[in-house]
């Protein structure tokens, strides 16, 4: 069993995640997210603490990603591409094709490309010049887990951190 790290920056500690407590129409649909990389979620954390005028919390968990891959609906995105663009864009606009997941991985659509997925949704932006701009960032990453079972079987906590 590989078990891998995953980090959720928030306000609170967070033991017992519950998939569809979070916001509506987000990158990969409502569920938990969860990053492999800290400092991203430490950068969630401010942004949610910010708002808050609260302390930033990580809450850490082993999450053993291959169970997940073999025994579940996934869908995996390697690269900002016309398949992720058009996945985020579907969540975004309340299409919710992640719907059809489990489990959902790949870049985040934060404030390196934002603005060119609002001109692509607007219309103001074609999909080619939309994908050309993509392409000059490399995409962090996310995880976001959509079905329940996933959370309660293979995302163990291991601590929370300021």
């Given amino acids: 069993m590989k078990e891998i790290f995953v980090y959720h920056g928030g306000t609170d500690r967070i033991e017992t ?3 569809k407590f979070g916001r509506t129409n987000l990158d990969f649909g409502q569920g938990f997210y969860v990053t492999d990389l800290l400092e991203q979620a430490i950068t969630w954390g401010k942004n949610v603490a910010l708002g808050r005028n609260k302390t930033v919390l990580i809450n850490r968990y082993k999450l053993n990603r291959d169970e997940i891959l073999k025994n579940y609906s996934c869908k995996t ?6 398949e992720w663009l058009e996945f985020i864009v579907g969540n975004r606009t309340g299409l919710n094709p992640a719907i059809e997941f489990d489990y959902v991985e790949g870049g985040v659509a934060n404030d390196r490309v934002i ?3 609002n001109l692509y ?6 999909l ?3 994908l050309g701009e993509l392409s000059k960032h ?6 976001c887990l959509l079905n329940q079972e996933i959370i309660n079987k293979y995302l163990i906590f291991d601590g929370t951190e300021q």
């Fill in 77 to 82: 995105f390697e690269s900002y591409d016309k």
């Fill in 17 to 19: 995640p519950i998939c």
């Fill in 128 to 130: 080619n010049t939309a």
């Fill in 121 to 126: 949704i607007s219309g103001l932006m074609d």
């Fill in 115 to 117: 603005d060119t997925i």
């Fill in 138 to 143: 490399q995409p962090n990453n996310q995880i």
